[in-house]
C-alpha cells in the first residue's frame, strides 16, 4: 500500500495553524474500498495508463463483437427478397469494409491532430461551432447507452439460450451484468482492462480459428454446406430486390462499424506516445474487423448459411466448418457470448470521458468532471449504469426492439467527424504556407497534400450522412423515431445547461466589480417560539453578531403567549419583544410578512440576519417529533437580497 | 364571509415597527380553499360543536352499521357445527346486549366523570398509570384504523355487487371512498356531520322498517321462511357443538359493540352541556343498537336464514319480510351499503381526536396536536387515511382478511377502561366524605353507592377481557397474530418518543440555568471555492461578524490554486488565506479536519462561525448543476457544539 503524501498548508500569515496534525488523507469507506478498491491520489493519475494490447481489449469490444450480428443482420434484410438475394452479401460487406477503411483513415488523422482526445465531439466542436459539435456528443452518448444496453441484452440472451431455468430472470442478468462491469469500471481503467484482456483475445482466437479452418477446408475442397439448416422465416410475400432494399441490407451491415470512434476519444488513456499507440490500436482493430467481417461473411454465402431466430449464422458457420458441435464449436459460442457482454465495456471506457469533456465545455452538470475515489468518472460511470438499466427494463432485454434505435447516433457522429476534418482541411489549405494558427487543443499548419486528404473525409462525410438517413428512414418506425424526436430535444437541454453556467460566470464576474460599501448597520431577528435553553442560546449568539437584535414571537396559543411575556421580563436581557398574532394558527406566513415590512424600511447597505433557534437531537428520527421551521424559513426566505439566515444549533444532552 | 381579525403587535419598546401595513391574515391558498373550505380563525374554535341529533349521525355510524355483519358473523361461526346450532344464535345475541348494557351504563359514567372526553385511554391514564393507557390509546388507534380500513372495503364490496363491472377496481373503490370521507373531515366536523346526517337516518328508517314489519307479520302469521335460500357452505366436517365454539359464536357477535366507545372520546365536539348531550346520545344509540340486534337476529332464526357469501342474511330478511326485491327491499340494501361507508366517519372522526390528546401528552408527535385551517387536527385525519389505504391495499379490500385483525383493540380498549373505572370507584369509595380529591380532568368525592358501580365496572372488564382473549385465540391464525405482535411494538414506539420528549424538556430547562458567561471572541471561517463575486458577498459578511476571519480553500486542482492565490492579493481585503491540499480530490474530509483541528485549540467562550457563500439560481433545478457543499457541511457539523453554519445567499441575475 501507497503511503499518502502528507497534506501541506500554505500560510501567509505566521502563527496561525500551519501544521496539520491530523492525518488529511481520504478517509477509508470500508464498504467502498470493499467493492471499488482504495482511494487513488490525484499524483497517481499519469500512472492510470494502457498499452496497445490491454488498450484493444479495453477499446475494441464494441467493434469487434459486432461480427457476431452485423452478418446475420444483413441476411435477414437480403431474406426479404429471397434466398436468390444472398448472393449480395458479400459485396456488401466488401462496401462496409471499404466504409471501414474510410472511417480508420479519419480517425487516423483526427488521433493525429486530437492527441488530448475528444473523437467527433472535438473535431466537431474545433472546427464546425457549438451546434454540431454538441449534436455530435449527444448522438455519441446516446450511442454509448445503447450499446451498453444491446450488448448486456444480447449477452443475457445467450446465457438464458444455455441456461434456460434462467428465462424469467433475462431482465435481471442483464441488470446484473450491467453492474458488475459498473463495478469493474469504478475500479479504474487499469484493471478494468486487465479484467478483459483474457476473454477479448479468447474470442479473436477462436473467430480466427473458424475463419482459417473455413478456408482451409474450402481449398481442400471438402468444406460443404450447411448440414440441417434452421427454416427459413418467410415474410408473407417476397419483395423485389431494389435498390432501397440493397442500401437497407447495407445499414444493417454497418452496424459493424459501431465502436470504431471509441479509441479516438479514449486517446488519453494510452502509454506515451499516446497518438502513436491509439492510432496503432485503431489499426489493429480496424484489420482484424475487416478480416473476420469478410471472412465470415463469404464463408456464410458458400455454405448457404440461413439468418434465423433459433439459430444464428456464426453457430452455423462453427458447426459446418468444425463438422460437428464439439469443443470447438462450443469455445466459438461461448467466445461470442462473452465478446457481447464485454463490448459494454466500451460504453463504460466511453461515455464516462465524452461526458466529462461535455461538463467541462459547460454543456452538462460540471460534477460529471470530477473523478472519483480511484481516479475515474464515477458519476458519468454511474449514470451509464442506470440510463442503461431503464432501458434494460423498458424494452425488456430485447436486441430486436433496441437495435433499430442505436445507430443512428453512431452514423450521426462519424458524419459531423469527418464534416469537421474536411472543413480542417479546408482551412489548412487556406493557410499561407510556414504559418501556424493556434486552435484550441491542435495546430493548424499547411501541409501540402491536403487535397486529397479533404476528399478522403469529404467522401466519408457524404457516405456516413447518406447511411444515417437510409438508417433513419428503413428503421423510423421501428424505433429510429424515438431517438430523432429525443436527440434535438436532449440538444437544447444541453444548451439551456450551457446558458446558465454562462450566466453564472457572468454574474459572479469581478468586471465592472467596484468595492461595495461596507455595511453599515447589522439588524439581527431571532425567532422564538419559547423560553428555554436553545432559545436564549440563539439570544447569545444574536447579541454578538450587534446591537440592533429583536426578538419576534408568533403567538397562536394566547395562553402561552402571556407566559413567554412573564419570562421574557426575566430572561430576555433587555431585548424588544414582537409578538405577532396569527390567527389562522400559521407560524411561516405571519413571520414572512414581518420580515417584508422590516426589508421595506432596510437602509442601503443594512443587512438583516434571522437568527433561528435549532434543537439538534441526539438520533436523527428524532427529527421527525418536531417541526422543521427553520427548514421552511430558509427555503422562503432564499431568493430575498440581503438575508441571510442562520441557525443556532442546540445539541441535546 | 367573516372578517379575519386584524393582527397586533406587542411592542415594549417605542418608535419600532409596532404597526403592521399588511393584513396578517392567512393566504387564501386557492386549491386547499376549493378541496377544504376557507381557513378558519382560532376564535371560531367553539363554535364548531354538534348537538345530539348530528352527534349521533357523526359517532354512531360504526356502532350502528355493524347489525349489518355482527348477526351473520354469529351465524358463520354456528354454522360449523350445522344448522341444528342456529337456535343458539338468539341466547347468544342476549348475551351480547347484555355485555352492550353493561358497556353503555359504564361509559355513561365515563361520560359523566370525564366532561373533557378521552374514552378509554383517559380513564385508564388518570387511573391505571401510563403503560395501560398507552396500550388503551394504542388498542384504539389500531381499531380506528381497522374501522376505516374494514367499513370502506365493505362498502365497495358492496358497490361492487350492484355493479359488477367495478370489480376489477374494487380497491380503488374502496380508496376513493377514504379520500372523499378524509375530505368531508378536513372541512370541519360541522360540516362533516350535516353530510351524514341524511344517510345515517335513512338506514335507521328502513332498518327499522325491516324489523316493525317483519313483527307484524309475525303476530299475523303469515312471516314463512326464506324462499329460495342460498346453499349453506359445508365445512368439511361438521364440528361439535362445543362450549369453545359458542364461546366463539358470542366473540364473532360482539363486533357489534364496535364502535360503542366513540362518544365518550368525543364529549368535547358536542355542544354545552357537553357531558349531558354525549350520555344521552350514547343511551339512543344502544338502545336503537340493542333493538335492531336483537330484532334482526330473532327474525332471523324464525325465517331461517342461512349465513352465505352470496347472499347477506339481511338481504334475505328484507326480500322474505317485504315478500318481494320491490323498493323497500333495495332502500334497506342501500341503506345498508351507505351506513357501512358512513361508518368510515366515526374513525375519522375518533381517530384525530385520540391522537391529539396522546400526542398532547408527550407519547405522539406533537405536530397531531395542530389545529389545521379549518380548526380540525388535519394531521391525524390525512394519516388515519394514509395508513387506512395501505391496509386497504395490501388485504386488497377484503373484508374477510381484515375482520379477525380487528376486534381485540376494541375490546382490549373496554377492558382497560372498565377496570380504570372500577379503580376509581375503588378510591372513591375508600375516601373519607367531604373529602374532594383532584385528579387531572376529574375531581374525586366519596359517593355513596360505588359498590355497586364497582361491582357492574368490574364485572364489563372480566367479561370484555375474557372476550379479548378468545377473540384472540380464536382469530389467532386468520390473523390475530398481527396485532398480538404489532401492539407491544407501538407501545415501545410510543415511550421511545415519550422518552425523547422528556430528555428535551430537561435539556431546554432553565432550572439550574445561570447566566452564561458573553462570547469574548468570534473567530469566523470563510469556505472559498473561488474568488467571485458570490464569495466576496460572503468575505463581506464575514468581516461584519468579526475581525477575527480566516478564508480557507481546499485544493484540488493545482492551477486553480495558483490562480485564486493571485487573485487573493488583489480582492481578499487582507484577510488571511489557508490552502488544504486535497489529494484524494474530496472537498468535506479535508474541510472537517481542519474545522476539527481548529476547534481543539478554541477557547471557553470562543465561538466558531464558518460562512459559506451559496449562489441562489433562478430556477430550483438549476441546484441539480451544482455540489451542494453547504447544505452536507451543515449535515456533518450539525452535532459539533459551539459552531455556527451561516449561508450567505448570492442570488442569480
Redesign the interface.
Known amino acids: 500500500m501507497d503511503k499518502?503524501?502528507d497534506?501541506?498548508?500554505?500560510?501567509?500569515?505566521e502563527g496561525?495553524?500551519t501544521q496539520?496534525?491530523?492525518p488529511?488523507?481520504?478517509?477509508p469507506r470500508s464498504w467502498r474500498t470493499w467493492l471499488i478498491g482504495r482511494?487513488?491520489?490525484?499524483?497517481d493519475a499519469p500512472h492510470q495508463t494502457i498499452g496497445k494490447m490491454v488498450g484493444l481489449a479495453v477499446f475494441a469490444g464494441d467493434a469487434l463483437s459486432s461480427v457476431a450480428y452485423a452478418p446475420q443482420e444483413t441476411l435477414v434484410v437480403l431474406a426479404l427478397a429471397g434466398t436468390a438475394a444472398f448472393g449480395y452479401a458479400f459485396p456488401i460487406a466488401i462496401a462496409v469494409t471499404l466504409l471501414l477503411t474510410i472511417v480508420t483513415i479519419s480517425y487516423q488523422q483526427t488521433i493525429h491532430a486530437y492527441p488530448g482526445g475528444g473523437g467527433a465531439y472535438i473535431v466537431a466542436r474545433d472546427n464546425l461551432g457549438e451546434l454540431p459539435a454538441q449534436v455530435a456528443g449527444v448522438a455519441l452518448l446516446i450511442d454509448y447507452i445503447l450499446l451498453a444496453a444491446v450488448a448486456v441484452s444480447s449477452g443475457a440472451a445467450q446465457i438464458v439460450s444455455a441456461f434456460p431455468l434462467l428465462l424469467p430472470y433475462r431482465v435481471m442478468v442483464a441488470v446484473v451484468m450491467l453492474i458488475l462491469i459498473m463495478l469493474a469500471n469504478l475500479r479504474g481503467v487499469k484493471e478494468a482492462g486487465a479484467v478483459f484482456v483474457l476473454p477479448t483475445y479468447f474470442f479473436l482466437a477462436t473467430a480466427f480459428l473458424v475463419v482459417v479452418l473455413g478456408f482451409i477446408r474450402l481449398f481442400m475442397g471438402n468444406l460443404g454446406t450447411v448440414v440441417d439448416p434452421p427454416p427459413i422465416e418467410l415474410i408473407h410475400a417476397a419483395q423485389p430486390l431494389t435498390l432501397f432494399l440493397i442500401l437497407k441490407a447495407f445499414a444493417s451491415g454497418t452496424t459493424a462499424l459501431t465502436g470504431v470512434e471509441c479509441i479516438s476519444n479514449g486517446v488519453t488513456a494510452f502509454k506515451e506516445p499516446r497518438s502513436h499507440n491509439a492510432a496503432i490500436t485503431l489499426i489493429w482493430m480496424s484489420v482484424i474487423l475487416g478480416i473476420l467481417f469478410l471472412g465470415i461473411t463469404y464463408l456464410l454465402g458458400i455454405i448457404g448459411a440461413v439468418p434465423s431466430e433459433t439459430e444464428t449464422v456464426i453457430s452455423q458457420l462453427a458447426r459446418t466448418v468444425t463438422g460437428n458441435r464439439g469443443l470447438i464449436y462450443l469455445s466459438v459460442v461461448a467466445g461470442t457470448t462473452i465478446i457481447l457482454v464485454l463490448a459494454t465495456n466500451t460504453a463504460f471506457a466511453g461515455f464516462p470521458r465524452l461526458a466529462a469533456i461535455q461538463a467541462g465545455d459547460g454543456f452538462l452538470?460540471?460534477?460529471l468532471t470530477?473523478?472519483?475515489?480511484r481516479l475515474v468518472y464515477s458519476r458519468g460511470i454511474v449514470a451509464l449504469a442506470i440510463v442503461a438499466s431503464l432501458l434494460v427494463f423498458v424494452f425488456q432485454a430485447s436486441v430486436t426492439a433496441l437495435i433499430p434505435l442505436w445507430a443512428i447516433g453512431v452514423f450521426l457522429g462519424f458524419t459531423l467527424s469527418q464534416l469537421g476534418m474536411a472543413h480542417r482541411w479546408w482551412k489548412i489549405g487556406h493557410l499561407a504556407k510556414g504559418v501556424e494558427v493556434q486552435e484550441r487543443g491542435s495546430t493548424l499548419r499547411y501541409e501540402p497534400a491536403w487535397e486529397a486528404k479533404l476528399i478522403v473525409n469529404g467522401l466519408g462525410a457524404v457516405t456516413t450522412a447518406l447511411v444515417t438517413v437510409i438508417f433513419a428512414l428503413a428503421k423510423f418506425r421501428d424505433g429510429a423515431w424515438i431517438i430523432v424526436l429525443l436527440l434535438p430535444l436532449i440538444v437544447i437541454a444541453l444548451f439551456a445547461?450551457h446558458h446558465?453556467?454562462r450566466?453564472?460566470a457572468q454574474?459572479?464576474?469581478?468586471e465592472k466589480?467596484g468595492e461595495?460599501p461596507?455595511?453599515q448597520r447589522?439588524r439581527v431577528l431571532v425567532s422564538l417560539a419559547g423560553?428555554?435553553?436553545?432559545s436564549?442560546n440563539a439570544l447569545?449568539?444574536a447579541?454578538?453578531?450587534s446591537d440592533d437584535v429583536?426578538a419576534i414571537h408568533i403567538s397562536?396559543d394566547h395562553a402561552q403567549r402571556v407566559e413567554l411575556?412573564e419570562?421574557w421580563k426575566l430572561?430576555g436581557r433587555g431585548v424588544?419583544?414582537?409578538?405577532?398574532?396569527?390567527?389562522?394558527?400559521?407560524f411561516i406566513?405571519?413571520f414572512l410578512?414581518?420580515v417584508?415590512?422590516?426589508c421595506d424600511?432596510l437602509q442601503p447597505g443594512e443587512?438583516l440576519t434571522i437568527v433561528v433557534p435549532q434543537?439538534?437531537?441526539k438520533h436523527w428520527w428524532?427529527n421527525?417529533?418536531?417541526?422543521q421551521t427553520a427548514f421552511l424559513l430558509?427555503f422562503m426566505l432564499?431568493?430575498q437580497?440581503g438575508?441571510?439566515?442562520?441557525?443556532?444549533?442546540?445539541?441535546?444532552?
Open positions: 499518502p503524501p497534506a501541506t498548508i500554505l500560510d501567509p500569515e496561525f495553524l496539520s496534525r491530523m488529511r488523507s481520504a478517509p482511494p487513488l491520489p490525484s499524483a452538470p460540471r460534477q470530477f473523478r472519483g475515489s445547461i446558465h453556467y450566466e453564472l454574474d459572479l464576474s469581478l466589480y461595495s461596507r455595511s447589522h423560553v428555554h435553553r436553545g436564549l447569545d449568539y447579541l454578538s453578531l429583536t397562536i411575556e419570562q430572561w424588544r419583544l414582537v409578538v405577532v398574532e396569527s390567527p389562522y394558527r400559521t406566513e405571519p410578512n414581518y417584508n415590512e422590516i424600511i443587512r434543537f439538534v437531537p428524532h421527525l417529533l418536531h417541526t430558509r432564499l431568493n437580497r438575508i441571510v439566515i442562520t441557525e443556532v444549533p442546540y445539541q441535546a444532552g
